[in-house]
């Protein structure tokens, strides 16, 4: 999906594989899912007055910190240029269900707590502003290719998305379906992989769409080639949905436990 495809903060994308082959998309009710649903945490970060100085020590330091109980992934996403819905960043947390999200928040580490402290003034987190989403994952992320690449960097684009009136999920799944069967057929000539994420909160956006490639060097490469031979399979997102301008952010894997 052409144009649905950070740092002043983090992500932290919470899997909670449900699927009974992780090797094999399977068609549910919810649509073709390679993993999934997820539960998705977003919180909104601001820098402090030592950021410049201090945002690699800090997250470094995080990465060495024990790893909460559920725990499956994380990474750190910067806004990229100047026309962007957010002036802040977003920590994401990906955890095996809400109980494990919950329980680290209420129950942190003492390790936790003192780098919190140590980094306070690198980056402060909205904690109890935690934005939940429901997150899928359609389809093998390594379909074509590695997108994390070196120190876990990749780049990200993601479309606040409306649906048309009379249009529901349903047709949104359907749409998918067949999104897959353009990526089987026509390939890509770039590492990318998509997911889509809806809202457990009072939004007025139904649901977002994420595109990841391995660098925005490749997402335009990519994006040309849909801009050539999608028009139809663009044509029928458009039938469903209307989404916004894309905020795009360079992005980093901080940690990834496949097994959670």
Not at 191 to 215: E, K, M, R
């Amino acid at each position: 999906m052409n144009n649905t495809k950070y740092l002043l903060g983090a992500l932290l994308t919470l899997f909670i594989v449900s699927c009974s082959n992780e090797n094999e998309s399977v068609v549910s009710d919810t649509g073709p899912i390679y993993k999934g649903p997820y539960y998705n945490e977003f919180l909104a970060c601001n820098a402090g007055p030592a950021f410049q100085d201090g945002i690699q020590e800090m997250l470094s330091a995080w990465q060495e910190l024990p790893a909460a109980k559920g725990l499956g992934w994380a990474g750190v996403y910067a806004p990229k240029g100047d026309d962007h819905r957010f002036s802040n960043g977003w920590w994401e947390l990906e955890w095996d269900s809400k109980e494990s999200s919950d329980n680290a928040f209420n129950n942190p580490s003492p390790e936790f707590l003192a780098w919190s402290e140590k980094y306070s003034d690198v980056m402060t987190c909205d904690i109890e502003g935690r934005f939940p989403w429901t997150f899928y994952l359609p389809r093998d992320p390594g379909s074509f290719g590695e997108v994390m690449g070196e120190n876990g960097y990749f780049a990200s684009e993601f479309l606040a998305c409306n649906y048309k009136e009379g249009k529901s999920g349903e047709d949104l799944r359907a749409a998918v379906v067949q999104f897959n069967e353009y990526l089987d057929q026509n390939g890509s000539e770039v590492p990318y992989f998509y997911g889509v994420y809806f809202p457990q909160f009072d939004t007025d956006t139904d649901f977002l769409w994420g595109n990841w490639h391995a660098s925005f060097e490749t997402m335009e490469i990519g994006n040309k080639d849909w801009e050539e031979n999608g028009k139809a399979m663009q044509a029928k997102f458009d039938e469903i949905s209307t989404c916004i301008s894309p905020d795009y952010y360079d992005s980093r894997e901080l940690y990834n436990n496949p097994s959670t």
